[in-house]
């Protein structure tokens, strides 16, 4: 998936911990659900809680966001139409989509652990290090 909100298998608490670290209402990403196999959540800051939504993939690559019984259903043909959409006040959500929290792109990950790697041998006297099977 090429969305760059899009952050794959991230757990609950991360999400909360990247959804309320500014304070700001509205901030916004997508994850892989935990206990819904092939379901999508959005979830969304609002007045320092999260909010999820699951979306679920339909037939023919559409998406339909759950919904309360009586509410009307709205298929949408891409993600990106989805998030569009809810982009726009009084759409149905608690707070309408503002900020969307980007993933930490795969190359800055690397680099950060190889910082970390530099910070941790930089300073042996040894040129060898003991590796534990």
Not at 112 to 117: H, T, V, Y
Request: glycine letters at 6%; a neutral charge.
């Amino acid at each position: 998936m090429d969305l760059p909100y899009y952050h794959g298998p991230l757990n609950k608490k991360d999400c909360e911990t990247l959804l309320l670290r500014d304070g700001v209402d509205g901030n916004f990403l997508l994850r892989d659900s935990e206990s819904v196999p092939g379901a999508l959540c959005l979830c969304v800051s609002f007045k320092n809680l999260v909010y999820t939504y699951r979306i679920f993939k339909k037939k023919h690559g559409c998406y339909e966001m759950q919904t309360v019984e009586d509410a009307p259903k709205q298929i949408f043909p891409s993600l990106k139409e989805l998030i569009s959409e809810y982009e726009k006040p009084n759409q149905g959500l608690v707070v309408h989509l503002l900020k969307p929290i980007m993933k930490m792109s795969m190359c800055l990950g690397w680099r950060r652990a190889r910082i970390k790697l530099n910070e941790i041998y930089e300073n042996s006297d040894n040129d060898y290090v003991t590796v534990l099977p």
